[in-house]
Nanobody
Framework: QVQVVQSGGGLVQVGDSLRLNCTVS????????MGWFRQTPGKEREFVAA????????VYADAVKGRFTISRDNTKNTVYLDMATLKPEDTAVYYC????????????????WGQGTQVTVSS
């Protein structure tokens, strides 16, 4: 059974930085697109960022572009989300996902999900 384990997150102040980690127990982790999504109460899970298999191309939601950075270390089966200049509207539960197909922007593109981690940005 594939395990997706997230770590990081917590309570920070406006303008602070934070790193989220996500480790996946896949032998062929390098063959998966990886993504981060976030969700607030009563809302749909929304796309934040993704990084492709292979050359590691990245894509970001407009709301986080220039502030968040997604990266991956295939030797550690881990994907990271570095968040900077955090804002109150970044407060959400963040989820890591692994996509074995070609898509990356929608929740249905993803085959495996992490347990979610809370990020709270206090003003």
């Amino acid at each position: 059974q594939v395990q997706v384990v997230q770590s990081g997150g917590g309570l920070v102040q406006v303008g602070d930085s934070l790193r989220l980690n996500c480790t996946v127990s896949l032998d062929n982790f390098f063959d998966y697109n990886m993504g981060w999504f976030r969700q607030t109460p009563g809302k749909e899970r929304e796309f934040v960022a993704a990084i492709s298999r292979g050359r590691g191309a990245t894509v970001y939601a407009d709301a986080v572009k220039g502030r968040f950075t997604i990266s991956r270390d295939n030797t550690k089966n881990t994907v990271y989300l570095d968040m900077a200049t955090l804002k109150p509207e970044d407060t959400a539960v963040y989820y890591c996902g692994a996509s074995g197909g070609h898509g990356y922007r929608n929740t249905w593109d993803y085959h495996y999900w992490g347990q979610g981690t809370q990020v709270t940005v206090s003003s």
